[in-house]
């Protein structure tokens, strides 16, 4: 019955700033972690960003310092602000959450159909 739908995605140049929004048939407060995933050109897989339910947050190697992940509970909304975007950057992004403890993506119950970004020169 958990459904996650994400918005916000398109396209920007580089250095731009995008931001990716995710909202879900549950009250946040359900969900334990919540986080994005992207897949890349070459099929390359990493875990973008995620946010449990007490503050603690992770970032991927290539997100910190220009991405930041916030919890809106009143929307029941998860948000990915990216800034100074990279063509590196380029994919669909995912949006997972579980209702239990698991930083790791493969651990994330539940999940969006994902989100294109494109990020061009």
């Known amino acids: 019955q958990v459904q996650l739908v994400e918005s916000g995605g398109g396209s920007v140049q580089t250095g731009g700033s995008l931001t990716l929004s995710c909202t879900t048939s549950?009250?946040?407060?359900?969900?334990?972690?919540m986080g994005w995933y992207r897949q890349t050109p070459g099929d390359k897989r990493e875990m973008v960003a995620h946010k449990q339910k007490g503050g603690f947050t992770n970032y991927g190697a290539s997100a910190k310092g220009r991405f930041i992940i916030s919890r809106e509970t009143g929307k029941n909304t998860v948000h990915l602000q990216m800034n100074d975007l990279k063509i590196e950057d380029t994919g669909v992004y995912s949006c997972?959450?579980?209702?239990?403890?698991?930083?790791?993506?493969?651990?994330?119950?539940?999940w969006g159909q994902g989100i294109q970004v494109t990020v061009y020169s």
């Open positions: 549950l009250h946040i407060s359900e969900l334990f972690v």
């Open positions: 997972g959450a579980t209702t239990g403890p698991g930083g790791a993506p493969h651990t994330w119950r539940y």
